[in-house]
């Protein structure tokens, strides 16, 4: 089969055509790339092209928890809702969640997210049949006494992620310092230095654990992580919202990454948001998360992006506290190389999003001032990942199956 | 022609029909109602039945404005962006402004709002040609020396606008307490009883316009109002952010109504947000708006309802803040009898929504938690107001031409 060229696509104000490789790489990228005869084509009517956007952190499969006891405080909704739940949980639980969760996201322009999860193969599996991107860890929490066999499971777990490849990016996932104890936590960074591979982890979501983590190691979290080895180029550290300037200044000197999760901490009322201004001024790598349904709870993160920058200027009291050029390359991913952004340049993948042109709340003003205020994923048109078309006039083939699908195990689970 | 009926819809689980009356009122509602042969039938396929949304607060026409100069502070983007172009409009940009931000706001299941801007009998055509219901009141600013002509035209144009009826809602619109002076608001205050018409004022939105209150006046804001005869069951206050316990229990004894704009207030970074916690307790009325385009940059309530959810969890630092059934009700206009709630019910005007049931959003557990956390605007699929379809499929026909008129009249106007 031919590879896919965009004919009349919009990018910076000029009308451009987009070739793919056979590899699912961009070919060819300019005023000049027309179409060829016997070529597959997509004309994109004048579509604005911009790059992806990239959900630095989720539970994708908690779709199926969506909308049950949202109005609880944290530890109930865990305790009576969440957790009784997943003890029950079956592979093809997480395969039809983690597919609901690709199919939202595509919707609204998401095409690679990190996601920390039980059953990582099927979280693996879906990403693959749903054909996107995702980097994927599963959660490593401290459980009962033998924990060197948990350790040596999470060796595995991550050889086995590794083993597949292609969209998948092998991940590990310790959930947090007060479910992880240090000797888990060294290893973890061992094995993250290993493989070369991603370490996630929640960091700093409440100021109970900050408090904690003072009463027992004798420093906030983030020396305390460093102490252990764990803050390095490949550390995602979600959330940190109560972070101070000093954890700021030592997270960006190790070069780490912090994902905000607006939606979930305001809607958890953890009492604060990721104070940006500060994560600026000190030079940490930025990215955005939607966090997992059960608390947000949607996956779009286009939305999530107005809600990071209002959140911004709410908090700061202060209306130039974000600037949309930064606000829309932190959801792109580009403020932090760890999470994997696809710039459109020639050789990167062909992962892009064409934006209907008509839209009204795209057709008046700066294009990235409406991209980050006004713009909703009404007007994501075209996602196209790898080269491959995976939604086209907003319609997804696959939506009501996967809907269906995703009911039957969220039934079965009593949800 | 005959009456509209819709069948198989599903209202708080039920399957039922609907069957609308020549006059716009739902003429019977209930699982008893089917098509009958030679009626107009619309087949909701189990679409969820639920009222429209009402927008309490906005300045419809400023979708013109939209995308300019958004990270700029307020009296910046006041002073270089706005106020220079507002100089410049004319009727027919208000009408295209107006009718753009119609479309809009339906496409969002928004069927009725409340508008305060200028050439207010374009605003009124605009609505009736959208087939939509507004509240209209012209700004009202004490400018220059002849305050009694303004006055006088003050008077005249709410005539105009009563004479209109149908969805016309004849209303008046001081802008400010730091605008308008007691004289006029005195005045203002004595035309809302002598025609019955609500009074809509922007209020404390601010914590230097309460200081300079209380510098001026020797009280608060509310308190001020009204000693100045401002506040009663007609009286629609915007924002009302640094309102305190005082004037929240004086409000609700008057009755008046309090639209919270959670966006724009984050957008313009007043630093707090409505307390709705409070609000409640002293039994205020309350409504929800999106407030014009310039500051928001969207005119979506149905993403800012879960803006307004989230934004009361963040600031009570409390999960509990706001219960999902009192957020839905808020939006809907179902928490202030003046904003003009269309409830589900026979004599009712026939105005409701349609949402998509197969919707990822609102397949996953609790209804109302869904509406108001997890569902978009793209699951809006079917809008009616007043017996008569405008948007069904989520396509609206009339689009691309209201689109291309808004542009014409931004671009006249070098937006």
Redesign the interface.
Known sequence: MSALTVTDASLDGERVGLRCAADGTIAALGPEVAAEPGEETLDAAGAILVPPLVNGHTHAAM??????G?????MP?LEERIWPVEAKLEPEDVYWGTR?AC??MI?SGTTRFWDMYWHPAEIARAVADAGVRAAIGAPFIDMGSDLDAQRAAAREQLEMLTGIGGPIRAALAPHAIYTVGEESLRFLAGLSAEFDAPLQIHLSETKPEVDDCIGAHGVRPAVYLDQLGVLSERTVLAHGVWLDDEELDLIAARGATIVSNP?A???????K?FDWPSARAAGVRVGLGTDG?GS???L?LL?DL??FA??Q??A??????V??DDAWAIATGAKAPLLGATPLAVGEPADFVLLDP?A??L?????T??L???????AVDTVVVSGKVLMRG?RQPE??E??AK??ER?SRLG?
Chains 1, 2 share one sequence.
């Open positions: 779709t199926l928890f969506r909308g049950s949202g109005d609880l405080p944290l909704w609901l199919l939202e919707r939606a901490n305001m809607k958890l009322a953890v009492g948001v349904a947000n709870d949607s779009d939305a107005k809600l209002l959140a200027r709410h700061a009291a202060d209306a130039t506290a600037a949309v008509d009204p709340e057709s008046f003003g700066e294009q001032a409406d980050v205020y006004a713009a909703d994923r009404t907003g939506r009501d996967v809907v995703a009911r969220a949800l």
